[in-house]
């Protein structure tokens, strides 16, 4: 923890989930050469958790092998080295998969990284702020950051390393918003406990939470009915069954309009049906950013409107524990996951009633003891729902990029306004995504921190050099 009578810092880190970990970790890894600690801004006891990996629930379990995730590009295996697997698989044997790879609980990733940035806040290289950032203002040539109990601190650098906003309410559900039988954020767990077994569920948004969500209930005794609705009725789709190799080549020559990528994907897969499709989506993954970089705006735009409802199914894939328990519930008849949109709410002593206007046009009423929200980050309330970034907005220090996913910033992490950046000022992790592609994978996260804490180490070396000349 940090000791309050010296709260300044060459940088602050504003975020200590995985994203922030990663940049301190990197950062001080580099031994740049700095005069104060790196302070890191998190709420939570634990750095590295965030809400990714801070879970309690043993049902919410990391998406990939943990083969595929490490803080160090450098080194793709720490994690499953650092796992003691024997503990592991004798505390929950269910970790791992028919196919070998192994998909522990999402805290015990969590762990993992409060384990590696650990040595940092020890040796107080990196102290540990557990309070909320609710300002941040320019003071000169430094940033003064405000936290919720009152305390100011000093840096010379930012980074942004916050989450995804919470989940905002559909506006046809917002009427029957204060009633307790709409759940708008599904990660406040205290609505679990008091579901009945044979409650009636409408889910609303059947991606990666709608999963967790399910889970959870299921292994909690739930065998009611449960409905999921999307505007397309996709859900998250699983892992090969055995490993598959990457395959495919998007950036010799990347497309440069989302009509062209699609061609180019479908004639990677027409190749040869027979190869797994993941093995071509985790090409486009690991390809994304030279894939994305080569796309106009005007296609980047196209493509998230039009294509990106079908890449996150695709991209973004259940364990297979989950989608074990997702099939079986499918095939019982307890889930069904349906095309459609909310049109109205209402509610009554007895239920909350949706009407739900199906993609063919047929409009459905649906009665339910209780409505969950997993329609995903509200991107579009980014600036209202954090004070401090609503105050960054509010003195022309950030704004939103162009595609609406996030934060505007340059190639160099710096925050954009009015195509100019922000001395001092950097975004990182899921809020550059807009800028950078893809962002919300494990790999593209740590990669991107890593990248970060380099612009920062050049930084910080281009600052002492103008020192010295000055002297």
Not at 52 to 66: E, M, T
Not at 120 to 143: F, M, N, P, Y
Not at 270 to 282: G, I, V
Request: with cysteine; aromatic share 6%; charged share 20%.
């Amino acid at each position: 923890m940090i000791d309050r009578k010296s709260p300044s810092s060459p940088v602050a880190i504003i975020g200590g989930g995985a994203t922030g970990a990663a940049i301190a970790y990197h950062f001080l890894n580099r031994r740049t050469a700095v005069s104060g600690p790196v302070l890191i801004f998190e709420a939570r006891a634990r750095i590295g958790a965030g809400l990714a990996y801070g879970s309690h629930d043993p049902q919410h379990r990391i998406n990939v092998p943990a083969a595929k995730m490490s803080i160090d590009t450098g080194r793709p295996l720490d994690f499953q080295e650092w796992i003691d697997c024997d503990r592991l698989l004798a505390q929950d044997p269910d970790a791992l998969a028919p196919s070998g790879g192994l998909f522990p609980a999402r805290r015990v990733f969590g762990r993992y990284l409060a384990d590696r940035i650990e040595p940092w806040l020890r040796s107080e290289a990196a102290l540990h702020v557990r309070a909320r950032v609710v300002s941040i203002q320019k003071d000169g040539d430094l940033w003064r950051i405000g936290t919720d109990d009152g305390i100011f601190f000093q840096a010379a650098r930012v980074v942004i390393a916050t989450t995804h906003p919470v989940p905002s309410l559909p506006t046809p559900l917002r009427p029957v918003s204060h009633d307790p039988r709409i759940v708008i954020d599904p990660w406040s767990h205290t609505w679990l406990d008091s579901v009945a077994p044979d409650a009636r569920i409408a889910i609303i948004g059947s991606g990666l939470t709608m999963a967790d969500v399910v889970a959870s209930l299921t292994a909690r005794g739930h065998r009611g009915l449960i409905i999921a609705i999307s505007r397309r009725g996709l859900r998250s789709q699983s892992h090969a069954k055995a490993e598959v190799e990457a395959h495919g080549d998007f950036s010799t020559t990347p497309a440069r309009s989302a009509r062209a990528l699609l061609r180019n994907v479908r004639c990677v897969l027409a190749d040869d049906p027979a190869r797994p499709w993941q093995a071509t989506f985790d090409a486009l993954r690991r390809q994304g950013r030279a894939i994305w970089s080569a796309l106009p705006p005007v296609e980047r735009k196209r493509l998230v409107r039009h294509l990106r409802p079908f890449w996150d199914v695709h991209r973004f894939r259940i364990a297979p524990q989950v989608e074990t328990t997702l099939s079986q519930r499918i095939a019982s008849g307890t889930l069904r996951i349906q095309a459609a949109r909310v049109e109205s709410a209402s509610a009554t002593a007895s239920a909350i009633s949706l009407n739900l206007r199906a993609r063919g046009g047929a409009v459905r009423h649906v009665d339910c003891d209780l409505v969950i929200n997993t329609t995903g980050p509200d991107h579009a309330g980014i600036l209202a729902q954090q004070p401090f970034l609503a105050g960054l907005a509010r003195d022309g220090l950030i704004e939103r990029d162009p595609l609406g996913l996030g934060l505007h910033t340059d190639e160099h992490h710096r925050a954009i306004v009015a195509d100019h950046p922000v001395p001092g000022l950097f975004i990182a992790g899921p809020l550059s995504r807009g800028t950078f592609g893809e962002l919300m994978g494990l790999p593209e996260v740590t990669a991107n921190a890593q990248s970060v804490a380099a612009t920062l180490a050049a930084d910080v070396s281009a600052s002492k050099t103008r020192e010295r000349e000055t002297l």
